[in-house]
């Protein structure tokens, strides 16, 4: 008896082809991480804005100035004023003309909210036009800068 080793077919056939299904499955998941990574980059643009500084309008002949000191009173021109009669304080030196501009000058430790409260007042008062008055800089002939009032 003659043995012979004969092939059944049991060897499996060379598969040349590439599965894609893994390949597609890495490509989405960086497609992902470079759409989230992308806008995360640009946040901190570094970006050099221009100044601006604006024109001073002219001052009118005799401004109405409401000043709120560092105590938190109030002052119409050099006259002291209650807030309960500042309304009727500013019909009397307007002479009822709530077109008049009020220029609000305001103390530098005068927190934000209380100059707030008194533009309120302004307002329920019906006086719409409010001026802000700062300091403005201006370039003194040796180079040193100094401080100006203007409305």
Same mark, same amino acid.
């Given at each position: 008896?003659?043995?012979?080793?004969?092939?059944?077919?049991?060897?499996?056939?060379?598969?040349?082809?590439?599965?894609?299904?893994?390949?597609?499955?890495?490509?989405?998941?960086?497609?992902?991480?470079?759409?989230?990574?992308?806008?995360?980059?640009?946040?901190?643009?570094?970006?050099?804005?221009?100044?601006?500084?604006?024109?001073?309008?002219?001052?009118?002949?005799?401004?109405?100035? !409401?000043? +709120?000191?560092?105590? @938190?009173?109030?002052?119409? *021109?050099?006259?002291? /004023? $209650?807030?309960?009669? %500042?309304?009727?304080?500013?019909?009397?030196?307007?002479?009822?003309?709530?077109?008049?501009?009020?220029?609000?000058?305001?103390?530098?430790?005068?927190?934000?909210?209380? !100059?707030? +409260?008194?533009?309120? @007042?302004?307002?329920?008062? *019906?006086?719409?036009? /409010? $001026?802000?008055?700062? %300091?403005?800089?201006?370039?003194?002939?040796?180079?040193?800068?100094?401080?100006?009032?203007?409305?």
């Amino acid at each position: 008896m003659a043995g012979g080793l004969e092939s059944d077919g049991d060897d499996l056939a060379e598969n040349h082809e590439i599965n894609v299904t893994p390949f597609i499955d890495v490509m989405l998941v960086l497609l992902i991480i470079f759409m989230v990574a992308a806008p995360l980059s640009t946040v901190d643009v570094v970006v050099d804005l221009p100044a601006a500084r604006a024109k001073p309008e002219p001052r009118p002949d005799k401004p109405l100035y !409401l000043t +709120v000191k560092a105590d @938190l009173s109030l002052a119409l *021109g050099n006259d002291a /004023v $209650a807030r309960e009669t %500042l309304a009727q304080s500013l019909d009397a030196a307007t002479k009822a003309d709530r077109e008049q501009r009020i220029f609000l000058r305001a103390d530098k430790t005068v927190a934000y909210g209380d !100059l707030m +409260v008194v533009m309120n @007042l302004l307002r329920s008062a *019906g006086y719409l036009k /409010v $001026a802000l008055v700062g %300091l403005e800089e201006v370039p003194a002939v040796a180079g040193a800068p100094r401080a100006i009032a203007s409305p």
